[in-house]
């Protein structure tokens, strides 16, 4: 029973294309998060999501468009990719916005822009 | 820049020895460190945490020793097992922009690797 989940776990798509990203967790957290592991394997923060509320946002591109219809998921629409956006998703949770310290991630989502 | 750093980004280790990993940061406004474990295909899995007001915490095997004048923290496993074997991250707290979120700045992660 998986706690984090993310779908697709790879995804290989073309120079301008727009896609998605899921992230649902069934631990009834509140508080969401996405990191992008880039080549150099480093693991940054994206955005937090509150209770479906934005309270992090890094400086992100603006093709990168978090969604979270209910506090259970939250989704990463990325617009026009682009070669350098090529790296690992992960998505997070953890049970409040202040248990930041212990943050349970997806497996990840590989994705490969060509 | 770099605000964690692991230097070694590999680290081997005989069965029942102890494995050292070792972190160091630049941001004196991190006041909790933690580390993490992932293995290959999976997402990291929280492992053990020290606020900056300690200096040691010990969690069965697991120590996390904390030296904040030199900047510097390290994990401690002992003793190693095979299934200790994975990439290992080190992760500083920080106030996002002062709105009362927390973030996490991880490092680049060791490997370590257990050898039977």
């Known amino acids: 029973d998986t706690a984090v989940s993310q779908t697709p776990k790879y995804l290989v798509t073309q120079m301008g294309n727009d896609k998605s990203i899921k992230c649902e967790q069934n631990?009834?957290?509140?508080?969401m998060y996405w990191y992008k592991q880039d080549s150099k394997k480093f693991l940054k923060i994206m955005f937090s999501?509150?209770?479906?509320?934005?309270?992090i946002n890094e400086t992100v591109p603006n093709r990168f468009s978090p969604k979270s219809p209910d506090k259970a998921h939250l989704n990463l629409h990325i617009n026009s990719l682009e070669l350098g956006d090529s790296a690992v998703y992960f998505c997070?949770?953890?049970?409040?916005?202040?248990?930041?310290?212990?943050?349970?991630f997806g497996p990840g989502t590989r994705l490969t822009v060509t | 820049d770099q605000q964690v750093k692991q230097n070694s980004p590999s680290l081997s280790v005989q069965e029942g020895r102890i494995s050292i990993l070792n972190c160091d940061y630049t941001?004196?406004?991190?006041?909790?460190f933690l580390w993490y474990k992932k293995y290959p295909a999976e997402g990291p899995t929280f492992l053990i945490s020290?606020?900056?007001?300690?200096d040691k915490n010990e969690d069965g095997r697991f120590t996390v020793f904390l030296n904040k004048s030199a900047k510097h923290l390290s994990l401690h496993i002992v003793p190693s097992q095979p299934g200790d074997s994975a990439v290992y991250f080190c992760?500083?707290?920080?106030?996002?922009?002062?709105?009362?979120?927390?973030?996490?700045?991880f490092g680049k992660g060791t490997k370590l690797s257990v050898i039977p």
């Open positions: 992760a500083a707290v920080s106030e996002y922009s002062g709105a009362g979120s927390y973030q996490l700045t």
């Open positions: 020290i606020s900056s007001i300690k």
């Open positions: 941001n004196s406004m991190f006041d909790y």
């Open positions: 631990l009834g957290h509140d508080t």
């Open positions: 999501y509150n209770n479906k509320e934005l309270i």
């Open positions: 997070a949770s953890s049970q409040d916005r202040d248990s930041y310290y212990e943050q349970y």
